[in-house]
């Protein structure tokens, strides 16, 4: 994502980020240059094939009725990347060094370089599933005073020139969050909303997939899946 360079190379970055829609990343929450606002879940997988038949008709109902229960769209995104094992290296090369032992040292060695070998011939995968819950301040039906005070404004502009609005449409969007995550937790799913750094890193790899292995802001994989509060 070009909106991570340096200030200073401005004429690259303004030629690049007029096609990037992100305005801003605050709270976890992706500020659109619409106005509009994005909350992004992480979902955890379940193996259908291995379900007896009552539990995959059970998950197909409990899916279907969370579909039947949206009022608005949602984007369901996968994002696959190449299986970084880098760090799990690091650690064998250190035991590596610090074993005195001269044949558990070789044989150390040998396992590194088959895991290096299997991974790169078999071209092991990670698979990550996000929803993608939106709102945008159009859909905010209420003329209250705060519409009023900043309707002249664009709707970017409106959001960007009070934190308090920011908030009020936070809020909403975080009920639908909310409802999102309750619905399809009753198709035995794990729901966890990302933050800010995890954000920036999965728009960051989908704006430079070559650097899907080397640009690790802070791995997905240590993020804890748990039932949504």
Do not use: C, W
């Not at 190379?9 to 980020?17: G, V």
């Not at 409990?62 to 995104?77: A, G």
């Not at 150390?108 to 070998?117: D, G, L, P, Q, V």
């Not at 999965?202 to 804890?224: D, M, R």
């Amino acid at each position: 994502m070009e909106f991570l360079k340096p200030k200073n190379k401005k004429a690259n970055t303004s030629s690049t980020q007029k096609y990037v829609e992100v305005d801003e990343i605050r709270d976890g929450i992706i500020t659109l240059k619409s106005g509009a606002l994005r909350s992004v879940l992480l979902v955890s997988s379940l193996n259908f094939d291995l379900k007896s038949t009552g539990e995959q008709d059970a998950i197909i109902a409990s899916y279907q009725s969370f579909l039947n229960s949206l009022d608005f769209p949602v984007q369901i995104v996968v994002s696959s990347r190449r299986f970084n094992i880098s760090s799990y290296i690091s650690l064998l090369e250190n035991e590596e060094k610090q074993q005195q032992n001269e044949l558990l040292r070789f044989q150390i060695s040998e396992y590194k370089a088959f895991i290096r070998n299997l991974t790169e011939v078999s071209n092991i995968m990670s698979k990550y599933f996000y929803v993608v819950v939106p709102f945008s301040p159009v859909e905010d039906k209420k003329n209250g005073l705060l519409h009023k005070l900043f309707g002249i404004f664009r709707p970017r502009e409106a959001v960007n020139n009070t934190g308090h609005l920011f908030e009020t449409y936070k809020s909403q969007l975080l009920q639908r969050v909310e409802h999102v995550a309750q619905a399809l937790s009753g198709t035995g799913l794990n729901i966890t909303p990302l933050q800010t750094e995890e954000v920036i890193e999965l728009l960051f790899n989908s704006y430079n997939p070559s650097l899907f292995t080397t640009a690790v802001i802070k791995n997905v994989e240590n993020i804890e899946l748990s039932q949504f509060q």
